[in-house]
């Protein structure tokens, strides 16, 4: 079946370290995206991607880095200038579509990785 | 900059009752707008969807009618169960990016509990 994995589920940092959450998809989509998610905030975007190797930035950038560099792949780094990095993260994808009723605006999630800075 | 304000929760109800959870939005243009489903421990499941307006999504007894004269795309359930229990997240996908990834603006999410 297609669908996106995201790895680790869980994953525990040290202040100061960067870490690397992982997002595949085989649903052949051209654009994927990463979402954080805090407790009664919502869904805020950190980085988008329309196709390989370029990548533009969300609402919430900084202390984040990405790269794709395969279409199936948009790996996130948290960086240790994030200053709160405790989240629970969600990659999702949709394809690139060129009419407004198209379904290109629908996206598919991964089931998500929450960080927790120790 | 376009935004979306949902119902605050937590929402408890006794299984059967009838759901409404709010969501009006803020937009330039004709947004599409999502309802989105997020079980304990899972990412987002899309749960239905209207792209214009008058546009009426529904999915699993799930409804959502898209009002442009009010700015609401409300969620109703006529009668709900336990397996409802989640959360309930309304978002817009604004009109103009009529191509290209889409950058969808999310509400800040209801907890909806449904007790036996």
């Known amino acids: 079946d297609g669908g996106i994995t995201q790895s680790p589920k869980y994953l525990f940092r040290k202040e100061g370290q960067n870490v690397t959450l992982s997002c595949e998809q085989n649903l052949n989509h051209d654009a994927m995206y990463w979402y954080r998610q805090d407790p009664g905030q919502g869904l805020r975007l950190i980085y988008y991607s329309q196709i390989v190797n370029d990548f533009q930035k969300g609402d919430i950038a900084e202390g984040y880095s990405v790269s794709r560099e395969k279409k199936e792949s948009f790996p996130l780094t948290v960086t240790s200038a994030q200053k709160n990095p405790t989240a629970f993260y969600l990659c999702?994808?949709?394809?690139?579509?060129?009419?407004?009723?198209?379904?290109?605006?629908?996206?598919?999630f991964g089931a998500g990785s929450r960080l927790t800075v120790l | 900059g376009d935004s979306v304000t949902q119902m605050e929760g937590p929402v408890t109800l006794s299984e059967e009752a009838f759901l409404t959870i709010n969501c009006t939005y803020t937009a330039t243009g004709y947004p599409s707008l999502f309802w989105y489903v997020q079980y304990p421990g899972e990412g987002l499941q899309l749960l239905l969807k209207?792209?214009?307006?008058?546009d009426k999504g529904s999915n699993k007894g799930f409804e959502a009618t898209y009002r442009k004269e009010t700015t609401s795309f409300h969620l109703e359930k006529g009668s709900v169960q336990v397996s409802d229990s989640a959360v309930y997240f309304c978002?817009?996908?604004?009109?103009?990016?009529?191509?290209?990834?889409?950058?969808?603006?999310f509400g800040q999410g209801t907890r909806l509990t449904i007790n036996p």
């Open positions: 999702a994808s949709s394809i690139v579509g060129r009419l407004r009723f198209s379904g290109a605006n629908v996206l598919t």
């Open positions: 978002a817009l996908s604004s009109q103009h990016l009529i191509q290209g990834a889409q950058k969808l603006v």
């Open positions: 209207a792209t214009k307006a008058d």
